[in-house]
């Protein structure tokens, strides 16, 4: 590679690198967040979208339409509501921990619920729930396992994998706002303790 010192050219015909050759203007590594031309997930463009957003100050004051499946209560049973289901199946204890966890849910929700992109990222982790929740929870239930052993597959099949599902997000995904969520689904009777 040869530089001319008189001018700001240089010729990289012969130069080799593991990652690309670029002279004084790129850009590409400052401080700031980046965004991949073509990211790998919905997560990834639903959080692109998020920061664009907040940015630009784009709110709404409606809910998105994947969203709004999670509103409504669809009782499966007679035992309607969360303080029931828990009740119904022997978890009387865990009640005050469930309702401060639903609610912390309920918080991060009214709080970026004013983005699109975030009520997206949250329908979809509740939606990631509920499929995960129906194939890998609720056979188990049905067959009859105890308590501490539900608790230990909530955690592993469901609450680990929904964590891992977004890490990059301008808001915090934390394991009180994912049992939250599996807390407020059981009050809308999504998910239940019992068979």
């Not at 050219?9 to 080799?16: C, E, G, K």
């Not at 709004?68 to 009740?87: A, C, M």
């Amino acid at each position: 590679m040869k530089f001319n010192s008189d001018s700001n050219n240089t010729n990289q015909t012969n130069a080799t690198a593991k990652e690309k050759i670029v002279g004084r203007d790129d850009n590409s590594s400052n401080n700031s967040f980046h965004f991949h031309e073509n990211p790998q997930s919905q997560i990834d463009r639903w959080i692109q979208k998020l920061h664009y957003e907040m940015e630009n100050n784009e709110r709404i004051y409606d809910m998105v339409e994947s969203l709004q499946f999670y509103q409504k209560q669809i009782p499966y049973d007679d035992i309607v509501g969360l303080e029931n289901k828990l009740s119904h199946s022997g978890r009387d204890s865990q009640r005050i921990k469930a309702l401060l966890k639903k609610e912390e849910f309920t918080k991060l929700l009214d709080k970026w619920g004013a983005y699109a992109s975030a009520q997206e990222i949250i329908a979809y982790l509740l939606s990631r729930i509920d499929t995960l929740y129906e194939t890998e929870v609720q056979p188990v239930i049905n067959s009859g396992a105890t308590n501490d052993e539900i608790d230990k597959l909530f955690r592993v099949k469901v609450i680990d994998p929904v964590i891992n599902e977004v890490k990059s997000a301008p808001f915090l995904i934390n394991y009180n706002h994912v049992s939250g969520m599996v807390y407020w689904l059981a009050e809308l009777c999504f998910v239940r303790w019992h068979k």
